[in-house]
């Protein structure tokens, strides 16, 4: 499975943005709906974390905590495509975003959960 992240840039703090991921290049027999998909983010020196997931079937969401409230994850399957839509952006949010897909996923809160990962897009907000 291949998966393009886009829709990073630079945004003053109380701003959105909305990230994309498309996915492309499934196994024979898979879909774009038999992958659940996450986003997460990677700030210098920090550890790769948790932003938010939505299981295959779209019927259920994760958020981490740090973005609860603020970040909203919804996928269009006829697009075979991911959002992070991004409000009320704060400096801390500042990272490189990743996209990753877990066939058939029930867990997903951690990288080792899955199979495929985007090259990442970066995100900038400014104080």
């Known amino acids: 499975v291949q998966l393009q992240a886009s829709g990073g840039g630079l945004v003053q703090a109380g701003g959105s943005l909305r990230l994309s991921c498309a996915a492309s290049r499934f196994p024979s027999g898979f879909s774009f709906s038999s992958y659940s998909m996450g986003w997460f983010r990677q700030a210098p020196g920090k550890e790769r974390e948790f932003v938010a997931a939505?299981?295959?079937?779209?019927?259920?969401?994760s958020y981490g905590d740090s973005v609860k409230g603020r970040f909203s994850i919804s996928r269009d399957n006829a697009k075979d495509t991911v959002f992070l839509q991004m409000n009320n952006l704060k400096p801390e949010d500042t990272a490189v975003y990743y996209c990753?897909?877990?066939?058939?996923?029930?867990?997903?809160?951690?990288?080792?959960?899955?199979?495929?990962w985007g090259q990442g897009t970066l995100v900038t907000v400014s104080s």
């Open positions: 990753a897909a877990a066939l058939y996923g029930y867990s997903w809160t951690r990288p080792n959960d899955y199979d495929y």
């Open positions: 939505v299981i295959w079937s779209g019927t259920r969401r």
